[in-house]
Every structure is written in structure tokens, then in C-alpha cells.
């Protein structure tokens, strides 16, 4: 399938991003860190707690300026971008269809949802308030409103920790279907290995702070073929690349 609303690459070249306190202290969060997601793929940017990941998806998603270097967000069908956090920051006083709904630009907005619904299992609880949802169906909340504004790229910050792991795994599986009929470009932050090889066409590997690219990992298996035995393959070969990444 051709992947869609991308014709320009995610590009990264990050020379540094210092943090400073009121107190004179400085922490060098990112040196040097330069990578590229293809069009329509899918990475996931894997690094041990603290490395810096959610500082690099805060730079490129806008909210923090404060920075060298540069970066270029793919373009292509349109120029949205969409992100899903850890929290699904659901509006308490809208009902699902509306979380979603309003999210959209007015070219979408009476945009036809059945489908990304129903994929997402949320059919029967558009009209649900997120107060009446448990944290796996805000999730899938969240996800829906990510992707039905159909954006060039997609940011995904550790979109499913602190879900028990069949919840998480559920959740892995309708990503990936509903990202399969719409392959966005999409880079997702994690630290768990099992769910980057899961999920993505490519691994960036970072080494500890201040963070840079220690390797990439190619997942060329298509996913369909991920099974737990090829997925026992797959995190051997990894770790053979990568010895010390947890
Ligand atoms: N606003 C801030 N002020 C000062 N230091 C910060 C700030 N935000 C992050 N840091 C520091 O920058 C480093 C990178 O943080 P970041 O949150 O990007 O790591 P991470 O890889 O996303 O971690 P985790 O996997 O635990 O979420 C950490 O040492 C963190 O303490």
C-alpha cells in the first residue's frame, strides 16, 4: 500500500539541547542526535530511562524552541501533526465522538468515523463520557483522535505504559491495524524492545543521556509474520547488535 500524506522524510539533526536551572546547573539532554524516518514508516526511538527521548518528540512536535540544530517534518496530503501521549488528556465534559470530533479541521469535520471506530472497538462508546472509560479504552480514544485527522506524521510517546501487558498487547495489535490502513509516517518513543520490534519498521537506538544515535535495527520481517517464535528471533538478533540495551 502506498503510504499516504508524506512525500518528505522526518529529518533530524540536533546538535544540542541543554536544559539550565534558575540554580546554574546545566544538563545536556541531546548531542548530536541526527536521524531520518522514511515516508510512510514506521520507528519507534528506543533509550534507557532519561535519555532524552520525550525531550526530542517535545522539540519536534513545537513545544520546546530552545535548541541547535534543525529538523524537517514530512509533508505530503497534509501538513498535521498528530501526537498520543502516555495520558490520553481526554476533555472530562465531551463524550468520545466529541474528544475526537474536535480535534479535526473543518475540512474533516463531518468526516464519516464508523470505521475508525469500529476498528478500534469504540462503536458502541462514542456517546461515553472518558469519566466512564476504562484507562485501555481512553486509550483507544486517544488513538482515534490521532489518527482521524489523518496527519503527514504521527508521534507516539510511551502510548501504552502503565497498562497491565494483555491490555498493552490488545492495544499494540489495533495500532497497528488501524496504522496499517493508513501507513503515517510515525516515530513512537519506548524502552521496551519486545514493543519496538513489534510495532516498527525500524529501530533508533539511543545510548544513554546526552542522547545520539548508538544504531538503527531494520525489522525486516513483515509484521504479519511476527509471531512469538520469529519475535524470540528477532530480540536474539537485536541483542546481538545491541549487547547492552535492555
Ligand atoms: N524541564 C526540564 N528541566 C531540566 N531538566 C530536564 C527537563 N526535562 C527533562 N530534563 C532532563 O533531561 C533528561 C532527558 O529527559 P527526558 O524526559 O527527555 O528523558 P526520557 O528518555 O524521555 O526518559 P523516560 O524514558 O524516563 O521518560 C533527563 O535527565 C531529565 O531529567
Redesign the pocket.
Known sequence: MQPVGAVVPLRVDIAE?T???AQGIS?T??QDLSFEVRQGEFACLL????????????ILLGLDKDFSGSFQLPEGGSNRIAAVFQEPILLPWRTVEQNVRLALPKSLRTKNLDGLFDTLGLAGMRSLYPAELSLGLARRAALARAFATEPAVLFL??PFASLDERTAERLRHLLLTVWSARPTTALM?T?NVREALMLSDRIIV?AQ???HVLGMFDVRLPRHYRNPQMMSDLLRSFHQKFPGVA
Open positions: 539541547k536544559f539550565r536551572s544538563i539532554a541531546l533509550g534507557p530511562s532519561g535519555c532524552g527521548k520525550t525531550t526530542t518528540l517535545r510517546d510511551e518513543v524502552h539511543l543521556r546526552p542522547a
